[in-house]
């Protein structure tokens, strides 16, 4: 899975049925409890799905590793995912304001920055695996 062309058919094969969820939740049903959460759950889908060869694209061609970490790209995905979700959450209870986008935008950026650096830490054999000293 290092090529672009994979995650975009992944992506394409997860945005189109939860955007024909979404399509047909907002036009064929009423807002009660179940629908909305089969819509909020659809909409983190399509953004996942729609986000996963933006991030595939982003992490080949503009990281020094210059490959493709299948694990990284599913989780960029899902968090943007999960923060459109968040966001659009805010918006319906009209909470949504330019502070709690900042806040939220950058703690997912910071946890990110995070996770990418204990992902590049690299063990060295023989060194790191010595006993201490007593």
Known sequence: MTKVRTFLILGILLALPSGYGMFYLVTQTLPYLRERWLFFFSFILFV???TLPVFAALNKYFFSIRRIVPSTIVRESLVCGILCGTMLWFQIGRVLNPT?????????????????????????????????EK
């Open 100 to 132: 709690i986008i900042f806040l939220c935008v950058g703690g997912f950026f910071v946890i990110e920055i995070l996770l990418r650096t204990r992902d590049s830490v690299n063990i060295r054999g023989g060194f790191d695996n010595m006993p201490p």
């Open 48 to 50: 996942s799905g729609v």
